[in-house]
């Protein structure tokens, strides 16, 4: 096996040399949800339930494009991706029955990623449970396995699900998110995570449906693990490690009343049932239901629906053929009948509920369920089960630890002391993700009301882009502040966060000023630089997107590439030359790619300015000099310290005034193969047009095939470094304020929150 490429020192990555590392990554890709052969985005439902005979064979991208995507990437500043899989593309045709073919051609990516340097942990990827449940994730049997019939959801809305709405085109903004509160995930999770405690009799192959679906998915994840390792040049090399279940959920775990809400979960849009409505749905009765939408402070009531699903049930019928994927159930468990009447729940016979607490406390202990309390146990005994699968191949692997989204993490004892450990949490600016707009005016500080920081709701409000921005920044130091208090030293990765490109009725795409997304990922990265978190990975990178369905899924439109923009021009091929040359007798220096040596002293380490002249040579519209484009690019590649001497104590870059900073500490000096590097993208910082200020030593600019890297050689003790490239003009917005003006006046009066 060979020696770890990345390395944990307490909160912090190394790279072989014991240089700090920060990780600048990409979620590859969006589109690895759903299958390749036949092509199945969301909006598609021509064979959708055909999910048997299926193939995720060139997700995310063929072999043969995958050079051009993986050298894209590498240009654009990233050393890391969080590698997007499913398990429904390892296991998709049947319990136990494996897609090595799908497995080959992701080995074979992996090995053409090693190429470029990339580190890379594996993601098994889900959402809302599966793609027939509205999200992505699991194979379609799992929901038989639970009882489940995926071909009545849309009469009883147990989920709702793109690929079978009426129309497609039409599907409401963000609204497979509330999946999570409708029957099929409620269920299904409660199953996943608590199944011997909430579903005893729930017995499939002589186990309780919980075992039964976690073994199957740790069996395949490690199976994936098992080629990987045989594979014999990507453990280590490629794969630094594994990220576990993502965005975990409780379903109905801890809901104290089924005829209400938990006062945290205000997360509600279109037609909003409560688990008793949810139930009686599920059951083919009619129910008349409230109706949420989405305002600038959240969701508020707007009515109330009659949802009638003429009598088709959620529930397999009672002559379902378990035959078919070999299931052997317990005659315990009914099919034809609802798994919570089967519980006593519920009466059936007279539709009444009968234990509306029955969620409320763990059948173990008697003790109340609250997130952290599911996330101290339940949570952690699938976590633990899943590191010990991977640990088993690979003992090496770093584990990224992903509790429940913005839950308070869980409190890790002595026997979950694991050095090769990383808190690896998700955060998304809610406001603008679901109403798919940049409010310059005012945002609110989630993280802070969820853990009540204010006495009421209308000081957490922030008011102006600066504030804004800060509000983030601030929001990402707490989340990794409470990491590390409660999961102790150890880093902290963001492995999601990301902006909709499609906001304002895709006014960008009809006009090319790409300024609201621009300004809205420079405060995300503004927010993850300044909480001196140890790397992101953003989401994501489709290179299938294209303006009519964004990403394929969902209605989702995050992707920082499209078919149909323009991608940022690349570094010439001039500036593949050597910089060797160097006289490095100065005791400092500054050098861009030009023919000769500047040795300056350290205190005017500069260089004047110059234009910059790339253009693009495509035919597509290309940005102009008074709008922000390139789908903004100029937002999301941005320099960044890739290997320091030291300890890292801040950076960031300003892209309104195109200066990047870093400061750190060293214990001694740098030596002469082994300097400080930052990637420095040729976009902002042209290699003939640099002012370079150093507290002392030596900087040297170098091009790493079309990558621009900046070389540092420097003393101990604690130094700092300020690159100033060209200000390019920053677009204005020109849309109408008085609608968002029209959002201040409500927010200063609402009580209504976004979670």
């Keep these: ?61 063929s072999a043969t494009d995958a050079p051009t995507h993986f050298a894209r990437l590498r240009r654009w500043g990233y050393n890391t991706i969080r590698y997007v899989f499913t398990w429904e593309a390892i296991e998709h045709a049947g319990p136990g029955k494996y897609d090595e073919e799908w497995i080959d051609h992701t080995i074979t990516l992996l090995r053409i990623a090693k190429d470029y340097g990339f580190y890379i942990f594996m993601d098994p990827h889900q959402d809302v ?36 709405y009426p129309e497609p085109e039409n599907f409401p903004k963000m609204i497979w998110t509330t999946n999570y509160q409708r029957l099929a995930c409620l269920t299904i ?5 608590a199944g011997k405690e909430f579903t005893p009799n729930a017995i499939i192959d002589g186990k309780n449906i919980q075992d039964y679906l976690q073994d199957h998915f740790l ?39 089924l005829t209400g809400f938990p006062k945290e979960l205000k997360m509600h849009k279109g037609t909003a049932p409560t688990a008793w409505q949810a139930i009686l749905l599920g059951a083919g009765r009619a129910c008349e239901v409230d109706v949420y939408d989405f305002g600038g ?117 002595p026997k979950d002391e694991d050095p090769n450990m990383v808190f690896a949490p998700h955060f998304y600016d809610g406001i603008t993700l679901i109403m798919k707009k940049w409010n310059r005016l005012w945002n609110i500080d989630v993280f802070g009301i969820l853990r009540g920081k204010y006495l009421t709701p209308a000081f957490a409000i922030k008011v102006g882009e600066s504030a804004i921005r800060n509000c983030f920044r ?15 030293l150890r880093p902290c990765i963001f492995t999601e966060i990301g902006i909709p490109y499609d906001m304002d009725d895709k006014h960008a795409y009809k006009t090319g000023d790409y300024s609201s997304q621009t300004a809205a990922m420079d405060a995300n990265h503004y927010a993850l630089e300044g909480s001196q978190a140890n790397g992101y990975t953003l989401w994501t990178y489709v290179a299938t997107n294209n303006h009519e369905w964004g990403d394929r899924w969902n209605g989702e439109d995050l992707s920082i590439f499209s078919e149909d923009d323009v991608p940022l021009p690349a570094v010439p091929p001039s500036a593949a030359q050597s910089l060797s040359s160097l006289d490095r007798s100065s005791p400092s220096y500054s050098r861009s790619l030009a023919s000769e040596a500047q040795n300056v002293d350290p205190s005017t380490l500069k260089r004047s300015l110059t234009k910059d002249t790339m253009t693009s040579s495509t035919s597509k519209t290309a940005p102009t000099e008074d709008k922000a484009g390139y789908r903004a690019a100029e937002a ?29 500490r060293a214990l001694s000096p740098t030596s002469e193969d082994l300097p400080t590097e ?53 677009a204005v917005y020109n849309g109408d304020l008085s609608e968002e003006e029209g959002y201040l006046e409500q927010c200063q009066k609402s009580t209504c929150l976004l979670m």
């Design 189 to 193: 999770y409660a199953m996943f995570f």
């Design 129 to 164: 449970w599966s793609r027939f449940s509205g999200g992505s994730g699991a194979p379609l049997w799992t929901l038989y396995a639970c009882g489940l019939d995926p071909k009545t959801f849309n009469a009883n809305e147990a989920a709702i699900v793109q690929n079978t």
């Design 474 to 488: 601030d929001q990402l130091a707490a989340i990794r502040k409470e990491g590390m208090e409660k999961m102790g």
């Design 636 to 664: 999301f590649v941005r320099p960044s310290p890739t290997a320091v001497h030291g300890d890292v104590l801040a950076f960031g870059f300003d892209l309104r005034n195109a200066t990047f900073t870093l400061k750190l």
């Design 678 to 730: 930052i990637f420095l993208p040729e976009w902002h910082f042209p290699r003939d047009a640099s002012v370079i200020d150093v507290s002392g030593g030596k900087a040297e600019l170098f091009a790493e095939g079309e990558v621009q890297v900046l070389k540092w050689w420097h003393a101990e003790g604690e130094q700092n470094i300020s690159i100033k490239g060209i200000k390019r003009k920053m």
């Design 219 to 257: 069996s395949a994840c490690k199976h994936l693990a098992q080629r990987i390792h045989e594979a014999g040049d990507l453990e280590n090399e490629v794969i630094i490690g594994w990220e576990s279940f993502n965005e975990p959920n409780r379903g109905i775990i801890g809901w104290e009343d």
């Design 297 to 413: 402070m959240g969701p508020y009531k707007a009515g109330t629906e009659l949802v009638d699903p003429e009598g088709q049930q959620a529930w397999l019928s009672a002559d379902y053929d378990d035959t078919f994927y070999g299931f052997k159930r317990d005659p315990s468990w009914k099919l034809g009948e609802c798994i919570w009447a089967q519980q006593g729940v519920w009466d059936p016979k007279t539709d009444t509920l009968t234990n509306k607490n029955y969620f409320e406390k763990d059948p173990r202990t008697g003790q109340s369920i609250d997130y952290e309390y599911f996330a101290n146990h339940w949570f952690m005994d699938f976590y633990r089960k899943y590191r010990d699968a991977i640990r088993d191949v690979h003992p090496e692997a770093i584990l990224f630890c992903q509790p429940p989204v913005l839950e308070i993490p869980p409190t890790l004892g």
């Design 1 to 61: 096996m060979a020696p770890l490429r990345l390395q944990i020192d307490g909160h912090r990555f190394r790279d072989a040399n014991g240089r700090e590392v920060i990780l600048r990554g990409i979620n590859c890709a969006a589109d690895a949800k759903f299958p390749a052969s036949p092509d199945l985005p969301s909006h598609q439902s021509e064979r959708f339930f055909d999910g048997d005979n299926v193939s995720f064979v060139d997700r995310p991208f």
